[in-house]
């Protein structure tokens, strides 16, 4: 029953290193969605895939490249970190709505990310 | 420009008595409202919905009122356990092209004594 899985849980990086951050969902979703968490801020959105195959910028996509590898996974990549990304990353999932339903994302457990 | 807010950063009530949480959007384009429960190094986990249709969602101890003339939901919390101790996020939803995407509050702590 794991649902969102995001690896690592944690990581520091130097300033100017890269790092890609992972997403898989067992629940057969179509919709994926990356966020980042700073303290005293919501959950902002950074980019999210509506479909396999799709990829749209969110409210905070600059610094940030993301691929949807096929519907399960969907990686956040750092080209070149700086220490304005330090932040809590979480990764979302939901079925793709539907005209008569809306659905709630499930999220992961978030990947703590500290840049030197 | 916050579309959703949270004016109230915390709150601190006492066990067996209600909760109430507040959230004021300013997009009248969202037409679905979420309530998100987090507690500490854990994801945000889904508590409650309400669609603009309705005025009222109500499951077991949770409750949620929209307003929509006053753009203004609530989340009530009857009664209150320690258990619900966590920062609970407000999140919005909207039609069309952007039905995709979720616009959040800053949360609210919420501390129950017991």
């Known amino acids: 029953n794991a649902g969102v899985t995001q690896t690592p849980k944690f990581q520091v990086l130097k300033t100017g290193q890269s790092m890609t951050l992972q997403c898989a969902q067992d629940m057969n979703h179509n919709s994926m969605y990356w966020y980042r968490q700073d303290p005293g801020m919501g959950l902002r959105l950074i980019y999210y895939?509506?479909?396999?195959?799709?990829?749209d910028k969110g409210e905070v996509p600059n610094g940030y490249n993301v691929s949807r590898l096929n519907k399960r996974e969907f990686s956040l990549r750092l080209e070149s970190a700086a220490p304005s990304q330090t932040s809590v990353y979480f990764c979302?999932?939901?079925?793709?709505?539907?005209?008569?339903?809306?659905?709630?994302?499930?999220f992961g457990d978030g990947t703590r990310l500290s840049i030197l | 420009d916050q579309q959703v807010k949270q004016n109230s950063p915390s709150l601190s009530v006492q066990e067996g008595r209600i909760s109430i949480l507040n959230c004021d959007y300013t997009?009248?384009?969202?037409?679905?409202f979420l309530w998100y429960k987090k507690y500490p190094a854990e994801g945000p986990t889904f508590l409650i919905s309400i669609s603009s249709i309705k005025d009222k969602n109500e499951d077991g101890r949770f409750t949620v009122f929209l307003n929509k003339s006053a753009k203004h939901l609530s989340l009530h919390i009857v009664p209150s356990q320690p258990g619900d101790s966590a920062v609970y996020f407000c999140?919005?939803?909207?039609?069309?092209?952007?039905?995709?995407?979720?616009?959040f509050g800053k949360g609210t702590l919420l501390t129950v004594n017991p």
């Open positions: 979302a999932s939901s079925p793709r709505r539907n005209t008569y339903s809306n659905q709630p994302q499930h």
């Open positions: 997009n009248s384009m969202f037409d679905y």
């Open positions: 999140a919005a939803k909207g039609s069309g092209g952007s039905n995709y995407k979720l616009t």
């Open positions: 895939s509506a479909s396999e195959g799709t990829t």
